[in-house]
C-alpha cells in the first residue's frame, strides 16, 4: 500500500527553542517542524548534544533571515570540571589525563584577563568545521589530527560565577564562532591542571535570551492538547531576530517598486548599513541596505502576506 505523503503547512515565524540535553539541534528542529508540521524550517547554529538553552528555530519566511541570527553574538554559562581533559575537551569524550586540583577563585580570576577582548583560538578537532569535504569530528573518530589554523574571535564578557572543590562556573558573552570547549581547555591548561566542559547552557542568541524560550515539553504538551494549529501561539514575528535595525516605513508606490527587486528612496534612512522595511500597511517586506546614492537596496523579499 502506497504511503500517503504528508501535507505540511506554511508557517511563518520564529521559535525560540530551550534546547533540551541530549538532541542534537538538527533533532530538536526536526521535532519542532514536525510539531508545526510546518514546510520549510532550519536552525540558526548548532548547539552540542551536551548543550542546553537558547536555539532560535526559523520557519517559512523566517528562514530568509537564519543567518544574521547565525552570525549574531552568543552568552553561555558553563561548567568546568577541574583536573580532567578528555578527547573532546566536553564531558562525552574520553578521559585522556585526571591531575591534583589545587586551584581557588583567585587562581582563576587572575587569568581572565588574558581571554577577554579579542583572541585567537584553534578549533579543536571535535568539531564540524570541515577539511578536504570532511567534517574535522570524523576525521578525530578515526583518530586523525590535522592543524588548524587559529581564529579570532572576542570575548566582551568572562566572570567567574563559582568555584568550589574541583568545579567552576562561568558566564561568557561572545562573537560568532567562538568554542566554549577551547575556552575552557585553555584555561585549564594554564592553571596547569587542566579542564573540560562537564555543562553548558547558551542564554543569548542575539537579541533573544532565554527568558523568551519555550521547553519541549511546552511545545507537546501544547501540541497534545490542540494539535499543530496550538504551537502557533509561540511563533515571534519573522523579523524578531532583526529588531534592533532601524525600521522604515514605504509608501504604497515604493513598496510596489521595491518588491520588484528596485531601489527606492525613504524619509528617515540612515546613511548606511542594513535595514528592516515595511509597507503602508505595517507589514514587514524585507530587508534593505542603503547604497551611496542614499537609496534602499532590497537584499530579501517577503512577497506574500
Known amino acids: 500500500m502506497a504511503q500517503v505523503k504528508r501535507i ?11 534546547k533540551p540535553k541530549g538532541f542534537s539541534s538538527n533533532a530538536a528542529l526536526q521535532k519542532v517542524r514536525w510539531l508545526l508540521n510546518a514546510e520549510k524550517a532550519g536552525h540558526t547554529g548548532s548547539l552540542d548534544p551536551l548543550a542546553t538553552g537558547v536555539l532560535p528555530l526559523c520557519f517559512g519566511e523566517a528562514t530568509k533571515f537564519s ?15 577541574l583536573g580532567v581533559t578528555t578527547t ?3 564531558a562525552e569524550g574520553e578521559v585522556i589525563e585526571r591531575r591534583e586540583v589545587d586551584v581557588d577563585a583567585s587562581d582563576i580570576e587572575a587569568l581572565l584577563p588574558q581571554f577577554r577582548g579579542d583572541i585567537s583560538q584553534v ?12 567534517p574535522l569530528y570524523k576525521l578525530a573518530r578515526a583518530g586523525e589530527v590535522v592543524e588548524r589554523e587559529a581564529r579570532s574571535v572576542t570575548i566582551a564578557r568572562l566572570e567567574l560565577l563559582s568555584c568550589a572543590a574541583d568545579r ?5 558573552d561572545c562573537s560568532k564562532g567562538t ?12 592553571l596547569g591542571c587542566g579542564a573540560h566542559v562537564a555543562e553548558l547552557r547558551r542564554t543569548k542568541a542575539g537579541p533573544f535570551d532565554l527568558s523568551q524560550s519555550v521547553s519541549l515539553d511546552e511545545l507537546l504538551q501544547a501540541h497534545e492538547e490542540g494539535g499543530n494549529e496550538a504551537i502557533d501561539r509561540f511563533l515571534l514575528p519573522v523579523d524578531s531576530g532583526l529588531e534592533h535595525w532601524p525600521l522604515l516605513s514605504f509608501s504604497e508606490h515604493s513598496s510596489f517598486y521595491w518588491l520588484q527587486g528596485q ?23 524585507g530587508i534593505g541596505e542603503v547604497s551611496e546614492d542614499g537609496r534602499i537596496a532590497p537584499r530579501r523579499l517577503i512577497r506574500s502576506a
Request: charged content about 25%; proline content about 5%.
Open 8 to 18: 505540511r503547512r506554511k508557517v511563518d515565524g520564529i521559535i525560540l527553542l530551550d
Open 67 to 81: 543567518q544574521y541570527l547565525l552570525d549574531a553574538d552568543k552568552g553561555y554559562e558553563t561548567v568546568m570540571q
Open 88 to 90: 573532546t575537551a566536553d
Open 123 to 134: 578549533p579543536p578537532m571535535y568539531s564540524a568545521l570541515k577539511r578536504d569535504g570532511q
Open 168 to 172: 567552576a562556573s562561568l558566564a561568557v
Open 179 to 190: 568554542y566554549i570547549r577551547t575556552l575552557v581547555e585553555d584555561i585549564g591548561h594554564l
Open 263 to 285: 531601489p527606492v528612496r525613504a524619509a528617515d534612512a540612515p546613511k548606511f548599513g542594513m535595514v528592516r522595511v515595511q509597507d503602508h500597511n505595517g507589514r514587514f517586506i
